[in-house]
């Protein structure tokens, strides 16, 4: 899909050149990420894909086409570009904003319309509630999930994006990230990553490059990567830890308990006591009838609520407490250990995305996919 | 006593003044609608010229330094000596006026256009052009609209500026309520030249006023 033969970028006033005989051939449909310190070349690389840079050396072809064959701004509508600062249009409305390259491909005004609702559908926001406000009324996550509907409005093959989830605080990128590979499920479009972020790079890539000093060091799945690092380089880049960075390849799914009972909502206090103790972690969960969690009830809600003194008139509605612990079925098992740790339970209730309660995952759950997983590679 | 004298010899001033204006309302209504058309008329060229002069330098850092350093120049040029070197060109009236007003707007609106531009957040335009925008489309769209309250500042600045100007514009002939400040001079009126000052004045507050209305709209707009 995209392929970069012995490009070298040299900029006017600088000796050594920012990117040099560079060869890399991206698949359809493949995330690659380009991972390094900054100074790198990987953005000068990424610029290069859609014309914003020009290479001094070497070709660059996307879906076979030579792209210095193709009109700049042809070929950048054809490219969706999302970047660190995301850059909206601040004077215009989410609606506008997103409608700009269709708006540019003069399409019909009902296409559009249809199209960015469907968009804002897609990264989840409501076009009723956020289509006419203005970016700055946004928070950071909401902006880039603007950036990213504007980038893929005229439905391109191929996405550029530079840091894009660089500025946001630590959980909303997590969920961003997580959102964003949900998507890329659906969409399946080949994806151009820059990074600094070795983590980052290991859970969205499917295929890394490892760069320094303008040269491609390795070219690899991040499950390479982690388990032979080319040289010092980048075994350094990928850090001492790597045991826990493969938890950011592994789903939740993968270690999921499924058979575990619940209680819905006008269950018994005799019921509930059933549960409990059959649960291995001695809580039990409660559900509505759209088998959404709802929170969970542990042995010492029961004494608290004095429930136990008067067993007939108590259901699980007045009992359960809330739930922090839980995380998302397609959150990586790296978030749902951070999750373990933060709230200092032995297990996260995990739920999919209509807040339906799939299961439990235990620290020995982690254990226990780790040591399979090792085994296998 | 004295205090009371003083106070007294005010009140019959303003009382005079107020008798003055009423008597020749009609003249003074005629020489305020003169005196906006000029300056209106000066503005509306200026503006038009200002900003295409903006946008221009806005291509080009060298070119930008030489605009920015002659509409500076212009500027600092004494009113009457800039009308002077006008008359052999344009000779005596109202095109000399309207022709110096231009000249002393272009420095506030081409800087405030060029810096309006300038100032816009390079990621922007980054993304606008990483996504396939023409440089019309970035230019229209984008950094004009971006840079339209720091414009209508600088054509803040110059409208309330000409306004205080078009009064010496009198002085060759172009008409306007400076006519009452010269003739009030010449002819040892000070009624005269109250009334043409207070109604300069008043124009000054409402183009001022207006103006800045606009402008609060406009920044409203972008945050």
């Not at chain 1, 380009?34 to 100074?39: A, F, I, M, R, Y």
């Amino acid at each position: 899909m995209i392929t970069l033969e012995h490009v070298t970028k040299k900029f006017p006033g600088s000796k050594t050149p920012a990117v040099s005989d560079f060869n890399l051939e991206i698949k359809k449909g493949e995330i690659c990420v380009l991972v390094g310190p900054s100074g790198c070349g990987k953005t000068t690389t990424m610029k290069m894909i859609n014309r914003l840079y020009e290479p001094s050396i070497g070709n660059i072809y996307v879906n076979g086409q030579d792209i210095m064959d193709i009109n700049p701004i042809k070929l950048r509508r054809g490219i969706g570009y999302v970047i660190q600062e995301i850059g909206l249009f601040p004077h215009l409305t989410v609606e506008e904003n997103v409608a700009t390259v269709p708006r540019e491909l003069k399409w019909p005004r009902d296409k559009i319309k249809k199209r960015v609702e469907q968009l804002l559908r897609l990264v989840g926001l409501d076009p009723e509630i956020h289509g006419k406000r203005r970016p700055p009324s946004l928070s950071g996550g909401q902006q880039q999930r603007v950036g990213v509907a504007r980038a893929m409005a005229a439905d391109p093959p191929v996405l550029l994006m530079d840091e894009p989830f660089g500025a946001v605080d630590p959980i909303t990128r997590g969920r961003l990230q997580n959102e964003f590979l949900r998507l890329q499920q659906h969409i399946q479009k080949t994806i151009v990553f820059v990074t600094h972020d070795i983590d980052e790079a290991i859970k969205m890539g499917n295929k890394i490059v490892a760069m320094r000093e303008g040269k491609l060091v390795q070219y690899a799945t991040p499950d390479e990567l982690l388990s032979t690092p080319k040289d010092d380089f980048v075994a350094k880049l990928v850090g001492r830890n790597r045991s826990i960075k493969r938890l950011h390849l592994i789903r939740a799914e993968a270690a999921l308990q499924k058979s575990i009972a619940c209680a819905n909502l006008n269950d018994s206090v005799n019921k509930i006591k059933k549960y409990i103790k059959d649960n291995p972690m001695n809580v039990v969960f409660v559900v509505d009838d759209q088998k959404r969690l709802q929170g969970v009830i542990s042995e010492k809600d029961m004494e608290k609520n004095g429930a136990l003194d008067n067993p007939q008139n108590a259901i699980a509605a007045d009992l359960f407490t809330d739930l922090a612990n839980f995380s998302h079925h397609d959150s990586t098992l790296n978030d749902v250990l951070s999750v373990m740790l933060n709230y200092g339970e032995g297990y996260v209730a995990i739920i999919d995305e209509k807040e339906r309660f799939k299961g439990i995952i235990t620290l020995g759950d982690i254990l226990e996919v780790v040591k399979s997983n090792a085994n296998s590679a | 006593m004295r205090l009371l004298e003083s106070l007294g010899t005010i009140s019959q001033s303003i009382a005079e003044l107020f008798r003055f204006i009423v008597a020749r309302q009609e003249t003074i209504f005629e020489l305020t609608l003169e005196h906006l058309w000029l300056v209106l008329l000066a503005g509306f060229i200026a503006i038009f010229i200002g900003v295409a002069f903006g946008i221009t330098i806005t291509y080009n850092k060298k070119a930008a330094s030489i605009v920015l350093a002659i509409c500076q120049i212009l500027m600092v040029v004494p009113s009457f000596a800039m009308l002077g070197f006008l008359i052999p060109f344009f000779g005596i009236g109202f095109t000399s006026g309207v022709i110096a007003l231009i000249l002393y707007s272009l420095l506030p609106v081409v800087r405030n256009t060029y810096t309006g531009i300038q100032e816009i957040p390079p990621y922007i335009l980054e993304a606008a052009h990483g996504m396939g925008m023409s440089e019309t489309a970035v230019l229209l769209k984008i950094k004009i609209p971006l840079a339209l309250p720091t414009i209508m500042a600088g054509f803040r600045t110059a409208m309330v500026m000409i306004v205080g100007i078009g009064a010496i514009a009198a002085y060759i002939g172009a008409g306007g309520l400076g006519e009452l400040i010269f003739h009030g001079i010449s002819r040892t009126q000070p009624m005269r030249v109250m009334a043409g000052a207070i109604f300069i004045s008043l124009i000054a507050l409402f183009t001022d006023l207006i103006l800045g209305k606009i402008e609060d709209r406009l920044l409203a707009r972008t945050r």
